[in-house]
């Protein structure tokens, strides 16, 4: 398979994801978050900067925990062109499997990977201020409108050594059609880990009761 096959199966890729339109103005609703027996409850807005305000809720470390998730979701939401983002880059195939097409970068992206998989990204591993993000993508949402990651996992690695610096992320989203746009937004993210004790815990957001801002 030649560099420019490659090229052109992951723009594919990249151009189905779901983004939302540059018009987006934001939207607000009640976040709700909870592990093991806590629970905190307030509400949020996310305006069209993707800053988002938590209100009502005291604990710092986890409105921190709250703004995090909502602005990593919308952070991927924004639509920005292939040609400014990967102009620089070629693909280079690295190995065709039923897992899917795996690729690794040359260019100004050097030693990013990708794999694609009916036309979804579906691992990523890409070098994020000093650290590797490492990403495995098992289920994803059709939305008719592009496709959005839905249960997957997520790891950081040590770009020198290459093991593991944080612990193995699993997450579970849902996701919600409001409006008249066909604009989807997080519903729920359920975050699966094993803490210090080797015990399962999960973290819950929930984000209910959602309107867009005009």
């Known amino acids: 398979m030649s560099e420019l096959d490659c090229k052109e199966i992951f723009q594919k890729a990249y151009e189905k994801r779901y983004t939302w339109n540059p018009d987006f ?16 409850e307030g509400e949020f807005f996310l305006g069209k900067d993707f800053k988002p305000d938590i209100q009502n809720i005291d604990d710092q470390d986890i409105v921190k925990s709250i703004s995090s998730q909502l602005f990593e979701v919308a952070i991927h939401r924004v639509k920005r062109n292939f040609e400014e983002i990967h102009s620089k880059n070629n693909f280079n195939l690295i190995k065709d499997s039923n897992s899917g097409i795996e ?10 990977k990708y794999r694609i998989k ?14 590797i993000i490492e990403i495995f993508v098992q289920e994803f ?7 959005l990651s839905k249960k997957y996992t997520s790891q950081q690695i040590d770009p020198i050594t290459f093991k593991a610096k944080t612990k193995k992320l699993e997450y579970e989203d849902t996701f919600i059609n409001i409006g008249s746009k066909d604009i ?3 519903n729920s993210r359920f975050i699966k880990y094993l803490n210090e004790n080797q015990e399962e815990e999960i973290q819950k957001f929930i984000f209910e009761d959602l309107c867009l801002l005009s």
Do not use: A, P, Q
Request: proline content about 0%; aromatic content about 12%; overall charge positive.
């Open 25 to 40: 103005g934001g939207y607000s609703g009640k976040c709700v978050f909870s592990v093991n027996s806590n629970s905190y």
């Open 103 to 112: 690729m690794i970068v040359s260019g100004k992206s050097e030693g990013d």
């Open 118 to 131: 009916n036309n979804c990204i579906n691992m990523v591993y890409r070098k994020i201020h000093g650290t």
């Open 141 to 147: 949402l059709n939305t008719g409108s592009g496709f």
């Open 184 to 186: 989807w937004l997080l």
